[in-house]
């Protein structure tokens, strides 16, 4: 897999996070286990505060689950159709995992997800919201589908000569090509990973 390899400014991010093992209760790729609760919390932290859905790709979940990627829900709050069997995510969001120095004996790592902001723009975020800014650089960006979310990209990442993936932490991105936790198949992510020069 050849990945377009791009120069990137550093991002902003407003949204919620969780440090351990996701994965003690429930598997990977459920909405029970952890990374699955904290985008619930996240979607109801957004509701909260009465916030609208990021990204200007805010839309009805039939409208997204026809396919026609459109914009029409301006009025749409964060919550609507967070977690429903089926809904396409709507919005532009980010998942970030981290990597900590016991992460690799313990299984333990940060997980962060969130939509971005204007760097200005923090004031507007009240105390239960994190913040980070994921750093400038250059990232392999490339889309995921189906079985292929669930599985090790970094085996067939075909990287330029001179680049390697920084294995600290990598970033995928959310938009109405993800249908739904019960629709996989059906569905795509974007993947950001940094990039390392040798």
Known sequence: MKPEILHLPP????GAGFFGNPFTSHAAWTEENEIGLLWNRYFSLMTEAGFSYPGGQAASSEAKAEGDGEADGANLRAGECAGASGAAMPGEFYELHILHPQSLKTGDYEVFVGHQVP???????????STKVLPGGDYAVFWLAGEAMTDD???????????RVDTGFSVNKY????????RLSESEIQVYA???RD
């Open 11 to 14: 991002v902003f991010l407003a």
């Open 119 to 129: 760097l200005e723009d923090p004031v507007r975020w009240d105390i239960r919201f």
């Open 153 to 163: 990209w970094t085996r067939d990442l075909e990287l330029p000569e001179g680049y």
């Open 175 to 182: 938009d109405y090509r993800f249908k739904g936790m019960d």
């Open 194 to 196: 940094p990039l390392r």
